[in-house]
């Protein structure tokens, strides 16, 4: 089993739908949790952290079940902008590695 | 102020070649990652610095590859006896410490190919 699992994708939805992304993880004693973003041939970018209450950032809410080892990304409103690549990541036992899921493309459409 | 900068942003090299990918964190930023990413995949964790020291060197792959940090700073990855499927992004990420919420800031990658 990979160390992070996400939802293979790609998601395509229309503008203003609402879309979630689903991330599991192996390591029990993970310390932290992300999502990060990626456009195409770009670098990653912080979208938001995952704290243990769940945790909103405007159109964007992330959720963690630590008992289930699970990870959500809820992105409401979609935009023609939020095209792209969330990657789902797991910060280890040790806090000296991060790792990364493969990534769940999303497209919004017109 | 600057972000990570990495250079070259290209490399073309012919298989056994020998490469250095340099990579240029954030002022004042003491911990330093290198990923690489393949197409259609996630960044692939390879060494950690923290410092000029290696914290983490787990992930790199082989002895082909080594990467140094010397005066805590600038930092080079260097690979030796290039093979194809060394052919990737290598991503450098750097944050300012090591507290576990601290965000990653990615430089912009160098894209190896090794014909």
């Known amino acids: 089993r990979k160390e992070v699992e996400q939802d293979p994708g790609p998601f395509n939805v229309p503008e203003g739908a609402t879309v979630a992304f689903n991330c599991t993880y192996s390591n029990s004693a993970s310390q932290s949790f992300f999502w990060y973003r990626q456009d195409c041939r770009k670098e990653p970018k912080l979208l938001m952290s995952?704290?243990?209450s769940g945790n909103e950032d405007g159109r964007f809410t992330a959720q963690l079940n630590r008992a289930s080892q699970y990870i959500s990304l809820l992105i409401r409103d979609s935009k023609l902008s939020d095209s792209a690549t969330y990657l789902c990541v797991v910060r280890g036992p040790s806090g000296q590695n991060f790792v990364f899921g493969p990534g769940t493309r999303l497209s919004v459409l017109p | 102020g600057a972000g990570v900068s990495q250079t070259p942003s290209n490399k073309v090299t012919e298989k056994g070649k020998y490469v250095e990918l340099r990579c240029d964190p954030i002022?004042?930023?003491?911990?330093l990652y290198w990923y690489r990413q393949s197409l259609g995949q996630g960044p692939e964790f390879l060494i950690y610095?923290?410092?000029?020291?290696?914290?983490?060197d787990s992930g790199l792959p082989n002895d082909r590859f080594f990467a140094v940090r010397p005066e805590g700073s600038v930092s080079t990855l260097k690979i030796q006896r290039t093979e194809r499927g060394d052919s990737a992004v290598y991503l450098c990420?750097?944050?300012?410490?090591?507290?576990?919420?601290?965000?990653?800031?990615f430089g912009p990658g160098t894209r190896l190919t090794v014909l």
């Open positions: 990420a750097s944050s300012l410490d090591v507290g576990i919420y601290n965000e990653q800031f």
């Open positions: 002022s004042g930023h003491t911990a």
């Open positions: 995952v704290y243990s």
């Open positions: 610095f923290q410092g000029t020291g290696a914290a983490d």
